[in-house]
């Protein structure tokens, strides 16, 4: 579990403050110093002479938790749950990573439904559709070779970034200019480079000296080759020693480097840890994950708006479509997705990769984990991609069985962009009358051969968004009560065009198209006159007739009465065979002109002769 120490936590405490802030135990001590093997041990110990306090036992399962002891964790999670209500989302997402280790993903998605109401919708439909493409085996293993790289060491090594022909990556590998992290029990961290040719041999790694020295952490960088400069974290410091804030604190700051050699800080807040950051060139946007208070779990993922690296806005959350109860890191835009990694609680395990499509500037669709090969049951982060003639070729870190330190590097290429494709549809139900949204509207998707795919209701103001897995021909349908129903298919480029902008399903109330005449409900139609003995279609004829189509198809629960008129000029039978050439069979309402017309008026309709 190195990896999480890297990922998430770099950070000092000073020991004399822990005391200062009423941690009086010594498994508070060991616990709040990331000495989780020496917690448990302490508080096994204290557990014996009197009973724990509840945070104190969260604080244990927590222990039990970094070092693998999921049995433990989840038992001590729940009971916490069960008498107190102090667990932290992240908690809640621990609790459930613990469960999916230790029991079914039945009894995962039992427990979480008990707790729907609580948590996000969104939070909802992500587990939800991800728990059925794992489960189901609709992802299947991406036909990729991973490659550990010759470049990695003993140590952890991660983060790789994109450098003109070169890789950046970080790595603890010991130096004589950093001292010794005692969390991890490596080095500081600091950023290297290593040519890379286009057969994937790799050169000598050497230091990335372009960044200004530090006997601190410097990590994870990322290179904009529109800008020509380095986004990269470091630890706060000053007069070349660490700055701490008022809890004795040490945080991760973001800088940036000109192609000057000037250096500049662009986010720092002694209080706040900034993490891979990753610069959008087409939209000016920094994207970062940080911790900060309003976070939907552990790390988040924001962005903040830039003008010739001058930060100009306040940072914006993702919101709960990508950030959930646990931890999500390292974004990175490729080909109008969101490629980021998450631990949350139905991956494969750790942190898996995740890809989600970019639907609007601020809207995103369902992240879809990328499944076994890119991922495993370890943390894979830092995923990177680029298309290189025809292929795609890209890195990521994993500390996966058979790799050389606690985080490695790993190469791919493969002939195509990874992850399942999908087909999202997001817009609004809304009366075609009034033009405002219709509530509760039932909207479902069906295959071809009319399978249910998937069934939801529009939220009060009308709007809906929906993910599913790609099929090659999808029906979408909606209706309500009072309301008409509505029915439409796409296939083949059909289906690419109608998810590019929003999608607006109209609904009729039958009130809109009926009114009352001579003490009767009719359709609304206006008069139309036949020349004599013809029952040829005009274009205004046809107008009007088209109101009585629309009618039937969107609300076929509806029984018509048909009725017509002939003046006296013709015979009876004349006029009769008349009638039912005009109602209905031209316009192909009843079937073909004969018979079915007869046999409906004969049964069904009204011959009315006036004189």
């Not at 039912?580 to 009204?606: D, P, Q, T």
């Amino acid at each position: 579990m190195k990896a999480r120490f890297y990922i998430l936590l770099f950070m000092i405490v000073l020991p004399g403050l822990l005391l200062a802030q009423g941690k009086s135990s010594k498994g508070d001590n060991y616990f709040y110093g990331y000495q989780y093997q020496k917690a448990i041990a302490e508080y096994q110990k204290e557990q014996q002479k009197a009973p724990l306090s509840n945070s104190q036992l969260l604080n244990l399962a927590d222990s039990y938790f970094k070092v693998g002891n999921y049995k433990n964790a989840s038992e001590l999670y729940q009971e916490v749950n069960k008498r107190d209500t102090i667990m932290t989302v992240n908690q809640f997402n621990q609790l459930l990573q613990s469960l999916s280790k230790t029991s079914s993903n039945e009894r995962v998605q039992t427990f979480l439904r008990s707790k729907s109401l609580l948590l996000a919708n969104e939070l909802m439909d992500n587990a939800e559709f991800n728990f059925e493409i794992l489960g189901k085996g609709t992802i299947e293993a991406n036909s990729v070779n991973l490659i550990n790289l010759p470049i990695n060491s003993p140590q952890t090594d991660f983060s790789p970034a994109f450098y003109k022909s070169k890789l950046l990556f970080s790595s603890s590998r010991p130096l004589k200019s950093k001292s010794l992290y005692e969390p991890s029990g490596e080095s500081y961290l600091d950023i290297y480079e290593v040519a890379i040719s286009d057969n994937g041999k790799t050169g000598m790694v050497n230091l990335f000296d372009k960044v200004p020295d530090s006997k601190f952490h410097k990590s994870t960088p990322f290179y904009s080759e529109v800008n020509n400069r380095v986004f990269y974290i470091l630890s706060n410091s000053e007069d070349g020693e660490l700055t701490y804030d008022h809890n004795g604190r040490n945080s991760l700051a973001m800088g940036m480097l000109y192609n000057s050699g000037q250096f500049r800080f662009l986010l720092k807040n002694l209080s706040t840890s900034f993490y891979y950051p990753f610069f959008d060139d087409n939209t000016d946007r920094l994207y970062f994950a940080a911790n900060f208070d309003d976070s939907y779990g552990g790390t988040d993922l924001y962005y903040v708006s830039t003008n010739n690296g001058q930060v100009m806005s306040a940072p914006v959350n993702l919101g709960p479509r990508i950030n959930s109860p646990g931890n999500e890191i390292a974004p990175f835009i490729f080909d109008g997705s969101l490629y980021f990694s998450s631990d949350v609680f139905y991956g494969l395990g750790g942190m898996d990769v995740y890809k989600s499509r970019i639907q609007s500037r601020d809207l995103y669709g369902i992240p879809v984990n990328l499944g076994e090969g890119i991922n495993s049951k370890e943390d894979d982060f830092g995923f990177i991609i680029k298309q290189e003639n025809d292929d795609y070729v890209g890195y990521l870190a994993s500390n996966r069985p058979g790799g050389k330190g606690g985080d490695d590097i790993y190469a791919f290429r493969m002939e195509s962009l990874p992850g399942l494709k999908t087909f999202s549809l997001r817009g609004s139900v809304v009366d075609a009358s009034t033009s405002l949204g219709i509530g509760k509207a039932q909207i479902r998707l069906l295959d071809g051969q009319g399978n249910l795919l998937k069934e939801l209701y529009s939220a009060e103001n009308g709007n809906f968004s929906v993910e599913i897995p790609w099929h090659e021909e999808i029906v979408v349908q909606s209706g309500k009560g009072e309301f008409s129903a509505f029915s439409k298919s796409y296939s083949g480029k059909e289906l690419e065009e109608v998810q590019k902008n929003p999608y607006t399903i109209e609904l009729l109330q039958l009130e809109d198209l009926v009114e009352e005449s001579e003490g009767k409900r009719v359709i609304k139609l206006k008069k139309f006159y036949f020349p004599k003995g013809n029952s040829n279609l005009t274009s205004e004829i046809s107008m009007e007739l088209d109101k009585v189509v629309e009618a039937v198809q969107n609300f076929p629960e509806v029984k018509l009465r048909i009725e017509t008129h002939t003046d006296s000029r013709g015979s009876n039978a004349s006029n009769r065979e008349i009638i039912a050439a005009k109602v209905g069979c031209h316009s192909g309402l009843f079937g073909e002109k004969g018979s079915v017309c007869r046999n409906y008026f004969g049964i069904c309709g009204i011959w009315r002769r006036e004189h």
